[in-house]
Structure formats: C-alpha cells, structure tokens
C-alpha cells in the first residue's frame, strides 16, 4: 500500500468512527498534540479534546449522520510528511466542510497532525 493509500486510509477510520457514534474511534486518527480548528473556529489541542468535542457533536443533531469525503489534494511535502485538503459532506443534512490537514508518519504509521475545518461560503451571486 502508498503512503497516498495510507494517508486516504486515515478519513475512511474517521468515516467509521463517525457513522458509528463512535467519537474515540473518530479521534484515533488524530496526533496526541494535534491542533485542530473546528469550523466554529475553536481551537482543540490534542486527541482528547477532538474525541470530547467529537462526543457532543454524536450525541446531538449529528447522530445518525456520515462523512462522505471527497479528496482534493493529498500531496508529499517531505519524507514523512503530507498536506491534505478534502472536502466532507455530512450526510443527510446536507453540510459541507472543507479541510486542509498535515499528516505525519511516527512511530511507523500515519497521523493527522494540524487540522483546520471550515465551512465554505456559497459563491457569490448565488442563494445559500
């Protein structure tokens, strides 16, 4: 398999995570020390507070729901190091994120180092 192949791997865990309720399974993919910028803009430091933040969000208006991922972009900055931007609709209410992420390969495997999600405005001229 390609670190590419890898790399995609790490959204297909989320995916199943996410499908599930399962806010650890969803966070597993993410660094101890990740940042991550949720698209409120809050800013969670490390694996933890993805996977509490991740616990709310399953136990509200998204329970039920999935990602669906949709890669834009998974690029080798470096040995070891991948800059990923992909979009994720979140099923079937209808919400899409837009994410640009590093991931870095430790101790052998792959993970989700910096993480900034947002929410993209609709394009000028047209009705949200």
């Given at each position: 398999?390609?670190?590419?192949?890898?790399?995609?791997?790490?959204?297909?865990?989320?995916?199943?995570?996410?499908?599930?309720?399962?806010?650890?399974?969803?966070?597993?993919?993410?660094?101890?020390?990740?940042d991550f910028v949720t698209v409120r803009?809050?800013?969670?430091?490390?694996?933890?507070?993805?996977?509490?933040?991740?616990?709310?969000?399953?136990?509200?208006?998204?329970?039920?729901?999935?990602?669906?991922?949709?890669?834009?972009?998974?690029?080798?900055?470096?040995?070891?190091?991948?800059?990923?931007?992909?979009?994720?609709?979140?099923?079937?209410?209808?919400?899409?994120?837009?994410?640009?992420?590093?991931?870095?390969?430790?101790?052998?495997?792959?993970?989700?180092?910096?993480?900034?999600?947002?929410?993209?405005?609709?394009?000028?001229?047209?009705?949200?």
């Amino acid at each position: 398999m390609s670190d590419d192949d890898l790399v995609r791997g790490l959204w297909s865990t989320m995916a199943e995570g996410w499908a599930a309720g399962d806010a650890a399974r969803f966070a597993a993919v993410f660094g101890p020390d990740v940042d991550f910028v949720t698209v409120r803009g809050e800013d969670l430091r490390g694996r933890a507070a993805v996977e509490e933040v991740h616990a709310r969000l399953f136990a509200s208006a998204f329970r039920d729901t999935r990602l669906v991922p949709n890669f834009l972009l998974v690029r080798p900055l470096a040995d070891g190091v991948h800059l990923v931007h992909v979009t994720t609709g979140i099923v079937p209410l209808g919400v899409l994120t837009h994410a640009q992420a590093v991931v870095t390969r430790r101790d052998g495997g792959w993970e989700i180092t910096a993480f900034h999600n947002m929410i993209p405005n609709a394009p000028r001229g047209t009705t949200p």
